[in-house]
Nanobody, 116 residues
Framework: QVQLVESGGGLVQPGGSLRLSCAAS????????VSWYRQAPGKERELVAH????????NYPDSMKGRFTISRDNAKNTAYLQMNSLKPEDTAVYYC?????????WGRGTQVTVSS
């Protein structure tokens, strides 16, 4: 069956780094653009980063530029989100999304907590 499984979240101190992974199965991963979203308590889900099917183009909201990097390895059916210089306000559940014209898949999320 279709699965997107996020991993790599956890507790990190301010200024630290984390690398999230999104492992896909049950569909042709390379046919899908991938995005990372996050949702903090009491807030709406927001886009963090986007990467095209081939990985040739990435996009970030202005507020995320410079600290977050999205990448993918289609041979491994996995997408990544490298997060650097983390701040307490980055605390949220981070979700992986794979989407094309016909389908829209979501993972269950991984918790990232930035705290000293």
């Amino acid at each position: 069956q279709v699965q997107l499984v996020e991993s790599g979240g956890g507790l990190v101190q301010p200024g630290g780094s984390l690398r999230l992974s999104c492992a896909a199965s049950g569909f042709i991963f390379s046919n899908y653009a991938v995005s990372w979203y996050r949702q903090a308590p009491g807030k709406e889900r927001e886009l963090v980063a986007h990467i095209t099917k081939t990985g040739g183009t990435t996009n970030y909201p202005d507020s995320m530029k410079g600290r977050f990097t999205i990448s993918r390895d289609n041979a491994k059916n996995t997408a990544y989100l490298q997060m650097n210089s983390l701040k307490p306000e980055d605390t949220a559940v981070y979700y992986c999304n794979a989407r094309n014209t016909f389908n829209d898949y979501w993972g269950r999320g991984t918790q990232v907590t930035v705290s000293s």
